[in-house]
């Protein structure tokens, strides 16, 4: 059973591309078939079922109670049988069942994971205060040339050369100099 859901950018959007694009999130080995409690969470958080009428013990509960008993994970049956079962309640003002299920399908159509906010900084300033390199002393200061940027294996380690010259002798290469 195949869900269109027609879009105001009059794309089709199938609830499998939805179901496949939050199983496929964060994981590379998945075939975009199943979907665990976690991603099905995110699901609901992301596409707005999860709210004021619809609480996260709600999404689990019912996610527990579709998935088969030893398993972790739901197919796009149990999924379909889950959005039925939940549409009841996050439109409730709704008249008909069909009315609900087609508003919780229009809900979620077509979207995809999001990641924005996940790796926002919490404090500007003083990450810019710790990542200065014009204050840092010591041998940390040795690291980073003039404009900032680091010197890579240079600036972490004493490099030797291997000229036959005892380390630290200023006369380098004066020999022949001298004798002529």
Not at 36 to 55: A, R
Not at 85 to 96: D, N, T
Not at 99 to 107: F, W, Y
Request: glycine share 10%; net charge positive; with cysteine.
């Amino acid at each position: 059973q195949h869900y269109f859901i027609q879009s105001n950018l009059s794309n089709q959007f199938t609830m499998e591309e939805t179901f496949a694009n939050f199983s496929k999130f964060g994981d590379t080995k998945s075939t975009g078939k199943e979907l665990d409690n976690k991603k099905f969470s995110k699901l609901c958080k992301e596409t707005g079922i999860m709210g004021k009428l619809v609480t996260s013990t709600d999404v689990d509960i019912i996610f527990s109670k579709y998935k088969p008993k030893g398993g972790r994970t739901i197919t796009i049956k149990e999924f379909n049988l889950i959005l039925d079962e939940l549409c009841v309640k996050r439109f409730p003002k709704k008249e008909s069942l069909d009315d609900k299920k087609q508003a919780i399908r229009e809900l979620i159509a077509g979207k995809g994971p999001g990641t924005t906010g996940t790796t926002k900084l919490a404090n500007k300033e003083a990450t810019a205060r710790l990542t200065d390199t014009s204050k840092y002393t010591g041998s940390h200061k040795e690291r980073f040339g003039a404009d900032g940027k680091g010197k890579g294996i240079e600036g972490r380690e004493e490099r030797v050369e291997n000229d036959g010259y005892v380390a630290g002798y200023k006369n380098n290469d004066t020999w022949d100099k001298i004798r002529d």
